[in-house]
């Protein structure tokens, strides 16, 4: 979706580098994701923030850490980064939860993939 | 959020429709089953929701069996670019969490 972009779309770092990878939405939604995928598994939830200064731990938050400092950007960063987080990251954004089920689709930027030797 | 059981690969041929089931036996009565497709290593995609009522845009149409225990996602004439992995995912419509569990879903291949 091109309301939702990552940068970058590929890097390639070597263990013990600190890495940051950036999302920016122009949906104007509150709500923003951050999930890996490794090769034949579906997605993990990494953070995720649901306004400003809010940030949440999802499943795999171990080794990452987020920044949210405007409504419009989330960033991803990879303090120490290390082999095993060789993957696909997608950042997502959604709208705040609405009557109806709607306002739950998440929409979900392109992908960054990273490579960690 | 209820688990989802989706088998792990179908064929259909171009032209016809591609019938996607997925079970869903513990969902719960304020969970809405949501599918998203993933085409080769791009983002997901949202395709559709429904609660209890059949569901139709203009991608695809969802049918929810009257006990909720199951569903399936209907593409009514398959093209080649509808060659994905599809994912059935069930969550609470009030849930705060905002997460969506991904699991293995169902890759669709699209035959000429």
């Known amino acids: 979706d091109a309301d939702v972009t990552q940068t970058p779309r590929n890097r390639i770092t070597k263990t013990g580098k600190r890495i940051m990878l950036e999302c920016s939405q122009t949906?104007?939604?509150?709500?923003m994701y951050w999930y890996r995928q490794d090769p034949g598994l579906g997605l993990r939830l990494i953070y995720y923030?649901?306004?400003?200064?809010?940030?949440n731990k999802g499943e795999i938050s171990d080794g990452y850490s987020v920044s949210r400092q405007a409504q419009a950007k989330f960033s991803l960063s990879l303090e120490s980064a290390i082999p095993n987080q060789t993957a696909l990251y997608f950042c997502?954004?959604?709208?705040?939860?609405?009557?109806?089920?709607?306002?739950?689709?998440?929409?979900f930027g392109p992908g960054t993939r990273l490579t960690v030797l | 959020d209820a688990k989802t059981t989706q088998p792990t690969s179908m064929d259909c041929a171009e032209g016809r429709a591609a019938n996607l089931p997925c079970n869903h036996s513990?969902?719960?009565?304020?969970?809405?089953v949501y599918w998203y497709r993933q085409i080769h290593s791009q983002g997901p995609q949202y395709i559709i929701h429904?609660?209890?009522n059949n569901e139709t845009n203009e991608m695809a149409s969802l049918i929810i069996t009257e006990d909720r225990k199951s569903s399936t996602l209907i593409l009514p004439h398959a093209t080649l670019r509808d060659t994905a992995v599809y994912y059935c995912?069930?969550?609470?419509?009030?849930?705060?969490?905002?997460?969506?569990?991904f699991g293995q879903g169902t890759t669709l291949q699209v035959k000429p």
């Open positions: 923030s649901f306004d400003v200064k809010d940030i």
């Open positions: 513990t969902i719960s009565g304020n969970e809405y």
């Open positions: 997502a954004t959604s709208d705040r939860g609405l009557a109806g089920g709607r306002g739950h689709e998440q929409f």
């Open positions: 949906k104007g939604h509150d709500r």
């Open positions: 995912i069930v969550r609470g419509g009030s849930s705060n969490t905002g997460k969506l569990i």
């Open positions: 429904g609660l209890k």
